[in-house]
């Protein structure tokens, strides 16, 4: 059974890829305010500062930035993860290993994350989330996806109302 090691820096900036176990469902579009219900409670709890997020129909990007001290990003990601589930009440095909381990195979048991190196990496990872719906085909223009931190950001003048999107280069979990 593989050991995986998550680089964990304390007060650092990652980037995430959380998927559901079934790229044919639309779960977190669907039930949007299931999930958002889930992320603010967990904020609460373990506090984030959200620099982007996007969520399509089956996973999400988000570019997060812990508190001086804090690494915490997985026990963050399992309570979102527990918690939307909870609220959907939905419960998926299980392997013997999820259902040891009472998870209900809603989501991928793993995620991917990555620690921000620089500016640089951080603006290519923001400019990801943003144009990830375009990526995908759902939208033709960035701006047209609601569910995205875009939109927060053109309102506090962080991004041009007119972003569109560009292709961006590089390993982002997908």
């Not at 500016?119 to 989330?129: G, K, M, S, T, V």
Request: hydrophobic share 35%.
């Amino acid at each position: 059974m593989p050991n995986y090691v998550r680089a964990r820096v304390p007060g650092a900036t990652y980037f995430f890829t959380v998927k559901l176990s079934d790229p044919r469902l639309a779960l977190l579009t669907d039930r949007i305010d299931d999930l958002r219900a889930a992320y603010i409670a967990t904020a609460r709890e373990a506090p984030i500062t959200c620099d982007a997020m996007v969520v399509l129909p089956d996973h999400l990007h988000a570019v997060w930035t812990l508190p001086p001290g804090d690494s915490d990003f997985p026990e963050r990601w399992r309570r979102i993860k527990a918690r939307f589930s909870h609220r959907i009440g939905r419960h998926m095909p299980r392997s013997p290993s999820k259902r040891g381990k009472r998870e209900c195979g809603l989501w991928q048991r793993r995620f991917w994350e990555h620690v921000i190196r620089d500016e640089a990496d951080y603006h290519n990872h923001i400019a990801y989330c943003w144009g990830n719906p375009v990526k995908h085909g759902l939208v033709t223009r960035a701006v047209d996806w609601p569910y995205s931190s875009l939109h927060r950001d053109i309102r506090l003048g962080r991004a041009g109302a007119e972003w569109a999107g560009h292709e961006i280069d590089g390993d982002f979990g997908e």
